[in-house]
């Protein structure tokens, strides 16, 4: 078992910047692959970026605005986002997967954190 639990989560003005943590215990993160993915009210859980090793994965759509990144000495994943705009409003989730294949599905993620809630005002 893997517990997540995300944090940084908050309410910014559009244009800023946030940096989302994702905190592992339970196992060793470092061969899995980590994954970010969002979910905006009334809509579906979309991909947001993904990490495994050093190799990086993400959404075409925010290629340039968000970095993932991790510290495995800390079993800790990060996303930062920058240039945030009001669309990036969601609840940011992190999750692991075993296999360790860079995804973008959600089905493909064995554990989830519960979240945390990114606000961008206008």
């Known amino acids: 078992q893997v517990q997540l639990i995300e944090s940084g989560g908050g309410l910014v003005q559009a244009g800023g910047s946030l940096r989302l943590s994702c905190a592992a215990s339970?196992?060793?993160?470092?061969?899995?692959?980590m994954g970010w993915f969002r979910q905006a009210p009334g809509k579906e859980r979309e991909f947001v970026a993904a990490?495994?090793?050093?190799?990086?994965y993400y959404a075409d759509s925010l290629k340039g605005r968000f970095t993932i990144s991790r510290d495995n000495a800390k079993n800790t994943v990060y996303l930062q986002m920058n240039s945030l705009k009001p669309e990036d409003t969601a609840v940011y989730y992190c999750?692991?997967?075993?296999?360790?294949?860079?995804?973008?599905?959600?089905?493909?993620?064995?554990?989830w954190g519960q979240g945390t809630e990114v606000t961008v005002s206008s």
């Open positions: 999750a692991v997967q075993k296999a360790g294949v860079l995804g973008n599905s959600p089905g493909a993620y064995d554990y």
């Open positions: 990490i495994r090793w050093s190799v990086e």
């Open positions: 339970g196992r060793t993160i470092s061969s899995y692959a």
